[in-house]
């Protein structure tokens, strides 16, 4: 009976708002229609309208997937101080965390079916249903991982929310396993992706098993980043209160994060150069180019002075704890990651091709179209969660039922 | 299960563009368009992975698929399912010494596969090298443009599947739609593929090529004589690659590429024979195999006879 | 499964030779086309078997590539026309012909025999036919010789578990200039930015 009551009570707090809220949402609404114009003609004319060809076989969709993967396990980060060391202020904004997991895997199944041939035979990886190539096949382990981590969040989320609309307090035998249970899931959704790439010993770019501890240390970067701004927002939107305890360490977590990520990137870097084999022609033509191919060192190189400068504002405690360079090194640490992510790991990984080839890709409007829509697909899922959530954890939304504890 | 209502792909899919065309294109809805209603969708959207289907299954789906390409070309095709030959290991040579360089095999393929004109798809790449440096692939190029072949001290190296019997591609794919099958070729269900293109980014040799339109065969002197696994028409959004010619090898014939290399270059045949070309040539040649490295034990050989 | 013997080659003539009928070929014509005459009935009424049964004997070559009106060669080398066995510039006829294959050591009747015209000499003297100068060519090219009989040097086409087209050497090598000459190549693929949707 509560749950209908909770569900039309989220109706109208979605439906209810500011014109700025009522501004934001119509502008996703708008990119996400273009979004899927785009598709739609993607549809009817093949992935020929894409940048993507048989030299290149991925490009953007699968980059902003794998970033985005990144940013959904990156919800751990603050679980991990919340639970395990009790820590007050983080815990009250994990359930933001958790909701900004959800969007991102929603993000990220969009992004795999819009790249795929054809979508409507994804059943043919159902157990029993189609002939899954498990456990030979990463992608089924990925397939596996994210569903299992959307549910987990999704359910986590979902039951706190739920709770705190009926005033009840959430059974903590229950919720505190599954928690710590979602940790792992976290480290395993990320380091499945990094699998899928790193498993090819065809692209030797991805084939170095530094891959996946790279993946987790840039995802503990980049997720943070996003929930650190969002933090900001909700303070000044909503009368949510987050202490900047929360946000200075959730930015300390990222300095560490960053600076292991970098000692990768040269650990990676120091053994490409020094050993020359003939698998340097990646690194170069993603640091200096190669054979007059040039249009991905730009962004390569203002990812890496991204990420330093970002790590520099963070590591200083001064930087850190002032909100202007604060958001700046966030600001940063979302783009460096992006094209960490994007750019800078599947194209220099596909480019040169097998034989040598060089094919430069540059995604296309369609691509481009088509990602916005779906970033603002997933942007929309997180505000209107975020709606229905900052009013129940600050205890303006909550059921009509007199709870027990208020007696 | 019944094959009466043989489905009008082309004529329905250019009404539904040209009325996205005219009709204006936000419709969100109109995808679901392309999931007709026709009795022949269900049967079809449900089709099993061809390796579970029973013999009965695949005459009706082999019969369904000839009215359908009939209807489209206008002529009368067989559309083969046979399975691996017993016995035999295919296995493919070539001689690297005899390659001019001259593109015969490449459209000899072309011409016996159907394959796509527009979109270009090619099953085999011609590289060409120095001729001073060896096989080195990033010295490498397929868009050589001499007058004559072959170039002075250049030398020729045709890519095509390798039919790897540790094929990384097979491994990848999510739902067992490419499998090697018991006579070493390395084949693809495209009524099964999701055209995710994971076994482009696996395959170390550039031999998977994508549908990124829907393919448009030559009209005129089209094959008619396929197979299911093999140069049947195919759709957009799945991935092909060379079979081996499985339409003409499973029948006793030599591949297209076989047959059109004017120098004699290319060997194909039975590795279980000791007999055969290919058997002689791994007893008697100095072969060499392509990124022997990576464990994928093609069934490629090349040799300087 | 088949063996290839050389000895085996069944020589099918195609009766495109104006002097076909010469009385060198009178006789092999005949078994020839009594044989591919036979076979053909044989083929006609045991339709279900998978390979013509003439097929299984062995591999097929096409006639030697003559040029057009140039053989049988005793049709100018008779013997009003004795042969002069002395090494020499051709001024007459053939002078069209340049001998790029080891022309330092050899001219035209180390190959071609002096004694009978229509037929190619061996070194020690054998006389064999055209449509067996693979038996010429392996006297000094002999690891191709073998490999041309395993199938391996030179192009083969049919089946790959039967009968088997074979070309003579001298089809795709001029016996008397036998480097290939350099041919157009067949369009460059697109490259990948050259693949774009046409409206």
């Given at each position: 009976m509560y749950f209908i009551e909770f569900i039309k009570g989220s109706v109208k707090q979605v439906t209810t708002g500011n014109k700025y809220y009522w501004a934001w949402v119509v502008f996703l609404c708008l990119l996400i229609v273009i979004g899927t114009i785009a598709y739609i003609n993607q549809m009817v004319s093949?992935?020929?309208?894409?940048?993507?060809?048989?030299?290149?076989?991925?490009?953007m969709y699968i980059g902003n997937f794998t970033f985005l993967v990144g940013v959904a396990a990156a919800a751990v980060v603050l679980v991990i101080p919340a639970y395990?060391?009790?820590?007050?202020?983080?815990k009250e904004i994990v359930i933001f965390g958790e909701l900004l997991a959800i969007s991102a895997i929603i993000m990220c199944i969009g992004f795999v079916v819009v790249d795929v041939?054809?979508?409507?035979?994804?059943?043919?990886?159902?157990p029993l249903l189609g002939t899954m190539n498990f456990p030979s096949s990463l992608l089924c382990w990925d397939v596996v991982v994210l569903n299992m981590y959307f549910l987990l969040n999704f359910s986590i989320a979902t039951y706190l929310l739920y709770k705190a609309f009926m005033r009840e307090d959430y059974n903590h035998k229950l919720v505190t396993p599954l928690v710590l249970f979602s940790i792992p899931m976290a480290v395993s959704i990320h380091t499945v992706t990094a699998f899928l790439y790193n498993?090819?010993?065809?692209?030797p770019f991805w084939n170095a098993s530094i891959l996946a501890p790279r993946f987790l240390a840039s995802a503990f970067c980049s997720g943070p980043a996003i929930m650190i701004i969002l933090f900001q927002v909700l303070r000044k939107t909503t009368k949510f209160k987050i202490k900047d305890e929360a946000i200075w360490k959730v930015a300390e977590l990222m300095a560490y994060a960053m600076g292991f990520n970098l000692f990768l990137l040269i650990a990676e870097v120091f053994k490409e150069f020094y050993s020359d084999?003939?698998?340097?022609v990646h690194t170069k033509f993603m640091l200096f180019g190669y054979h007059g191919h040039h249009n991905i060192v730009m962004f390569t190189w203002f990812a890496i002075f991204a990420s330093v400068a970002a790590f520099i504002i963070f590591v200083i405690p001064s930087t850190r704890k002032n909100f202007l360079t604060l958001n700046v090194g966030c600001i940063l640490i979302y783009f460096g990651v992006y094209i960490e992510k994007g750019v800078g790991l599947i194209i220099p990984g596909l480019t040169?091709?097998?034989?040598?080839e060089i094919y430069e890709y540059t995604p296309s409007n369609t691509e481009i179209f088509v990602s916005m829509g779906i970033f603002s697909l997933g942007f929309l899922i997180f505000t209107l969660m975020m709606k229905v959530a900052v009013p129940i954890t600050r205890g303006e939304?909550?059921?009509?039922r007199v709870s027990v504890s208020q007696e | 299960m019944t094959d009466k209502h043989t489905p009008k792909t082309t004529t329905k899919a250019c009404s539904r563009r040209s009325f996205l065309k005219t009709a204006g294109?936000?419709?969100?809805?109109?995808?679901?368009?392309?999931?007709?209603?026709?009795?022949?969708f269900l049967e079809r959207f449900f089709q099993k992975n061809f390796k579970e289907l029973s013999t009965r299954e695949k005459d009706q789906i082999v019969k369904r698929l000839e009215q359908e390409y009939e209807k489209e070309y206008g002529k009368k095709f067989t559309v083969g399912a046979e399975p691996a030959l017993k016995g035999v290991q295919f296995a493919y040579a070539l001689d690297l010494s005899r390659?001019?360089?001259?593109?015969k095999c490449v459209y000899g393929c072309v011409t016996e596969n159907n394959l796509s004109i527009d979109p270009q798809i090619h099953w085999i790449r011609v590289l060409e090298m120095d001729e001073e440096e060896g096989v080195n692939l990033h010295n490498a190029t397929p868009y050589y443009n001499h007058?004559?072949?072959?170039?002075?001290g250049k030398a020729y190296m045709p890519v095509q599947c390798?039919?790897?019997?540790?094929?990384p591609c097979t491994k990848v794919c999510p739902v067992q739609a490419t499998w090697l099958d018991d006579d070493g070729i390395v084949v693809i269900d495209y009524d099964w593929?999701?055209?995710?293109r994971y076994c482009i980014a696996a395959?170390?040799?550039?031999?998977r090529h994508f549908n990124w339109a829907k393919p448009k065969p030559k009209?005129?002197?089209?094959?008619?004589?396929?197979h299911y696994l093999g140069n049947r028409p195919r759709m957009k959004g799945v991935v092909e690659k060379c079979t081996f010619c499985v339409q003409r090898t499973r029948k006793g014939k030599y591949p297209a590429c076989v047959e059109a290399c004017p120098v004699g270059a290319r060997k194909f045949g039975?590795?279980?024979?000791?007999?055969s070309e290919v058997s002689y040539i791994l007893k008697h040649k100095r072969v060499f195999i392509l990124?022997?490295?990576?464990?994928?034990?093609?069934?490629f050989y090349y040799f300087y006879g | 499964m088949y063996f290839f013997r050389?000895?085996?080659?069944?020589?099918k003539m195609i009766?495109?030779?104006?002097?076909?009928?010469?009385s060198f070929w009178g006789a092999r014509i005949f078994i020839v086309v009594s044989i591919l005459i036979s076979s053909l009935l044989l083929t006609s009424f045991s339709a279900?078997?998978?390979?013509?049964?003439?097929?299984?004997?062995g591999v097929q070559v096409p006639p030697?590539?003559?040029?057009?009106?140039?053989?049988?060669?005793?049709?100018?080398?008779?013997?009003e026309q004795p042969t002069n066995p002395n090494r020499r510039e051709l001024e007459?006829?053939?002078?069209?012909l340049v001998l790029k294959h080891d022309e330092e050591n050899r001219w035209c009747l180390d190959c071609h025999s002096p004694i009978d015209r229509d037929s190619l000499r061996l070194a020690n003297g054998t006389h064999i036919g055209f449509e067996v100068s693979y038996k010429l060519c392996g006297q000094c090219h002999g690891p191709k010789l073998r490999d041309w009989k395993a199938g391996v040097h030179g192009k083969r086409t049919g089946s790959w578990n039967g009968a088997k087209q074979y070309l003579l050497c001298a089809h795709c090598h001029?016996?008397?200039?036998?480097a290939f000459k350099p041919i157009t190549p067949l369009p460059a693929p697109f490259r990948p930015s050259e693949i774009r949707l046409n409206k």
């Amino acid at each position: 009976m509560y749950f209908i009551e909770f569900i039309k009570g989220s109706v109208k707090q979605v439906t209810t708002g500011n014109k700025y809220y009522w501004a934001w949402v119509v502008f996703l609404c708008l990119l996400i229609v273009i979004g899927t114009i785009a598709y739609i003609n993607q549809m009817v004319s093949g992935l020929l309208v894409t940048s993507m060809r048989d030299q290149v076989p991925w490009g953007m969709y699968i980059g902003n997937f794998t970033f985005l993967v990144g940013v959904a396990a990156a919800a751990v980060v603050l679980v991990i101080p919340a639970y395990i060391y009790n820590w007050g202020p983080i815990k009250e904004i994990v359930i933001f965390g958790e909701l900004l997991a959800i969007s991102a895997i929603i993000m990220c199944i969009g992004f795999v079916v819009v790249d795929v041939g054809h979508p409507e035979r994804v059943w043919h990886m159902l157990p029993l249903l189609g002939t899954m190539n498990f456990p030979s096949s990463l992608l089924c382990w990925d397939v596996v991982v994210l569903n299992m981590y959307f549910l987990l969040n999704f359910s986590i989320a979902t039951y706190l929310l739920y709770k705190a609309f009926m005033r009840e307090d959430y059974n903590h035998k229950l919720v505190t396993p599954l928690v710590l249970f979602s940790i792992p899931m976290a480290v395993s959704i990320h380091t499945v992706t990094a699998f899928l790439y790193n498993g090819l010993a065809a692209r030797p770019f991805w084939n170095a098993s530094i891959l996946a501890p790279r993946f987790l240390a840039s995802a503990f970067c980049s997720g943070p980043a996003i929930m650190i701004i969002l933090f900001q927002v909700l303070r000044k939107t909503t009368k949510f209160k987050i202490k900047d305890e929360a946000i200075w360490k959730v930015a300390e977590l990222m300095a560490y994060a960053m600076g292991f990520n970098l000692f990768l990137l040269i650990a990676e870097v120091f053994k490409e150069f020094y050993s020359d084999t003939h698998h340097l022609v990646h690194t170069k033509f993603m640091l200096f180019g190669y054979h007059g191919h040039h249009n991905i060192v730009m962004f390569t190189w203002f990812a890496i002075f991204a990420s330093v400068a970002a790590f520099i504002i963070f590591v200083i405690p001064s930087t850190r704890k002032n909100f202007l360079t604060l958001n700046v090194g966030c600001i940063l640490i979302y783009f460096g990651v992006y094209i960490e992510k994007g750019v800078g790991l599947i194209i220099p990984g596909l480019t040169p091709d097998v034989l040598g080839e060089i094919y430069e890709y540059t995604p296309s409007n369609t691509e481009i179209f088509v990602s916005m829509g779906i970033f603002s697909l997933g942007f929309l899922i997180f505000t209107l969660m975020m709606k229905v959530a900052v009013p129940i954890t600050r205890g303006e939304f909550h059921s009509s039922r007199v709870s027990v504890s208020q007696e | 299960m019944t094959d009466k209502h043989t489905p009008k792909t082309t004529t329905k899919a250019c009404s539904r563009r040209s009325f996205l065309k005219t009709a204006g294109k936000a419709l969100p809805a109109v995808p679901l368009l392309s999931m007709q209603t026709e009795a022949g969708f269900l049967e079809r959207f449900f089709q099993k992975n061809f390796k579970e289907l029973s013999t009965r299954e695949k005459d009706q789906i082999v019969k369904r698929l000839e009215q359908e390409y009939e209807k489209e070309y206008g002529k009368k095709f067989t559309v083969g399912a046979e399975p691996a030959l017993k016995g035999v290991q295919f296995a493919y040579a070539l001689d690297l010494s005899r390659c001019i360089g001259c593109r015969k095999c490449v459209y000899g393929c072309v011409t016996e596969n159907n394959l796509s004109i527009d979109p270009q798809i090619h099953w085999i790449r011609v590289l060409e090298m120095d001729e001073e440096e060896g096989v080195n692939l990033h010295n490498a190029t397929p868009y050589y443009n001499h007058k004559k072949v072959p170039a002075e001290g250049k030398a020729y190296m045709p890519v095509q599947c390798q039919h790897c019997r540790n094929a990384p591609c097979t491994k990848v794919c999510p739902v067992q739609a490419t499998w090697l099958d018991d006579d070493g070729i390395v084949v693809i269900d495209y009524d099964w593929c999701i055209g995710c293109r994971y076994c482009i980014a696996a395959c170390p040799y550039g031999a998977r090529h994508f549908n990124w339109a829907k393919p448009k065969p030559k009209r005129e002197g089209i094959n008619t004589n396929t197979h299911y696994l093999g140069n049947r028409p195919r759709m957009k959004g799945v991935v092909e690659k060379c079979t081996f010619c499985v339409q003409r090898t499973r029948k006793g014939k030599y591949p297209a590429c076989v047959e059109a290399c004017p120098v004699g270059a290319r060997k194909f045949g039975n590795l279980l024979d000791p007999e055969s070309e290919v058997s002689y040539i791994l007893k008697h040649k100095r072969v060499f195999i392509l990124k022997e490295e990576l464990n994928t034990q093609p069934k490629f050989y090349y040799f300087y006879g | 499964m088949y063996f290839f013997r050389p000895d085996q080659i069944s020589y099918k003539m195609i009766l495109k030779h104006r002097n076909i009928f010469s009385s060198f070929w009178g006789a092999r014509i005949f078994i020839v086309v009594s044989i591919l005459i036979s076979s053909l009935l044989l083929t006609s009424f045991s339709a279900d078997t998978d390979e013509p049964s003439s097929d299984k004997l062995g591999v097929q070559v096409p006639p030697p590539p003559f040029s057009e009106d140039i053989f049988p060669c005793s049709d100018c080398h008779d013997e009003e026309q004795p042969t002069n066995p002395n090494r020499r510039e051709l001024e007459e006829e053939h002078e069209d012909l340049v001998l790029k294959h080891d022309e330092e050591n050899r001219w035209c009747l180390d190959c071609h025999s002096p004694i009978d015209r229509d037929s190619l000499r061996l070194a020690n003297g054998t006389h064999i036919g055209f449509e067996v100068s693979y038996k010429l060519c392996g006297q000094c090219h002999g690891p191709k010789l073998r490999d041309w009989k395993a199938g391996v040097h030179g192009k083969r086409t049919g089946s790959w578990n039967g009968a088997k087209q074979y070309l003579l050497c001298a089809h795709c090598h001029n016996p008397h200039q036998p480097a290939f000459k350099p041919i157009t190549p067949l369009p460059a693929p697109f490259r990948p930015s050259e693949i774009r949707l046409n409206k």
